[in-house]
């Protein structure tokens, strides 16, 4: 994708600000030097020429690979910078611990904390955090070269991060389970790294600001304010592609329980299995899973549009031309996904895409989805009521809003 798809798709989604992509690629901060100009002093940017429908944020994400303990650690992290011209200077200092032309997703040969002070040398305004902090491989909490806390991996520099990013296969409720983790803002972005563009938006923030501009959304996250940081839109957790146990060679998926009795162990090829996010989190937990800590963000379960509509019509990828014909209707009749998803009737969605999808998006809007989880890299399946079910549920049920002022 390049920068003027990346608008398109976040306009399309109903975003007002989306990243810009890994701009510690040397190729990819000259195209955003050369499509990008800013929007007055907000610190976020717009394409050159076009009105600002939709502002960037400089951001990129690298891996930062390094020995601890004994053992290697292979952690990837989230920066945000305020100017392009700050993000030149963070590539210009990352440049001695790894070849930043290799991929947009540079591996650094450095500890996280000297990312962290690389990076907030060049400017206290840039921002570190953990990206998808619970998935098995590259991330702070994962079970295969991970950590048991903040701490632990950024060392003395664990006082400079001020959220985590809890990926598609956690949730806030996961994660206020762990105490440890009371301190930091849990933010949700869809990590979208493929080159499907539809997958941009599959998890957002939320927020209600004086004023748009880098420094208040930055500001919001590093107070957890939950006045102006208002929700986070989530995937089902079980959505993920590292939710449960498996063995993605062998079919075998299985919850926390089943897996500590099976000893990690798959019981077709015997080999060890991929442990989940869900039984990674159980390990760390302190608190039991319905606790949720006092003037936190809320946050709501949505579904990408796309997905919803390839389960109902039965295809198996949301690629298909099948499912973009109905899309592009509902977008061109009501403006972009968000507000399919959380405001449009059921009569106009029946008007546009008839009685089927139409209960589908009202069942995702209620909570009332089933979602076979994902595991060892597979994406979670959707499966909702069949007709029968559905005609017996409650009307005012199939009617659920929700807004800034109801949420979970």
Known sequence: MNLIEIERFAQVKGLSVVGCG????????????????????????????????????????VCTIFES???????????????????????????????????GRPILKMTAAELVEEVLETSTENMVFPAHAWTPWFSIFGANSGFDSVEECYGDKADKIPAIETGLSSDPKMNWRVSKLDRYTLVSNS????????????????????????????????????????????TDPAYGKYHWTGH?????????????LHNNICPKCKRPLTKGVEQRVEELADRPPDYRPAGVPGYVYLLPLSEIIASVIGVDQPSNPKVWNIYNELVSRFG?????????????????????????????????????????????????????????????????????????
């Open 69 to 103: 303990m004994g053992k290697i650690k292979k952690i990837h992290h989230v920066i945000l910078s305020p100017s392009i011209e700050a993000a030149e200077q963070i590539s210009d200092r990352l440049v001695k611990f790894g070849d930043l032309t290799v991929d």
């Open 248 to 260: 993605r060679e062998c079919g075998i998926s299985m919850p926390p329980n089943q897996a500590i």
């Open 336 to 408: 972009d996904e968000y507000t399919i998803l959380i405001d449009v009737s059921k009569e106009a969605l029946i008007e546009v895409a008839g009685h089927e999808i139409s209960d589908a998006i009202l069942a995702v809007r209620g909570n009332r989805v089933r979602v076979i989880p994902g595991y060892d890299g597979l994406y979670g399946r959707i499966e909702f009521q069949t007709q029968t079910d559905r005609k017996n549920l409650d009307k005012g049920a199939s009617e659920k809003k929700i807004g800034l002022d109801q949420f979970i």
């Open 191 to 234: 990590d979208s790294h493929s080159a499907w563009p539809w997958r941009i938006g599959r998890e957002a923030n939320v927020f209600d600001l004086q004023r748009l501009n880098y420094r208040e959304i930055v500001d919001a996250i590093r107070s957890r304010d939950s006045r102006r940081f208002k929700f986070t839109i989530e």
């Open 22 to 61: 890994d701009f510690t690629h040397p190729l990819w901060i000259r195209e955003i030097k050369k499509i990008l100009e800013p929007v007055g002093d907000s610190g976020l940017y717009k394409i050159s020429s076009h009105e600002p429908r939709v502002a960037f944020m400089i951001s990129g994400e």
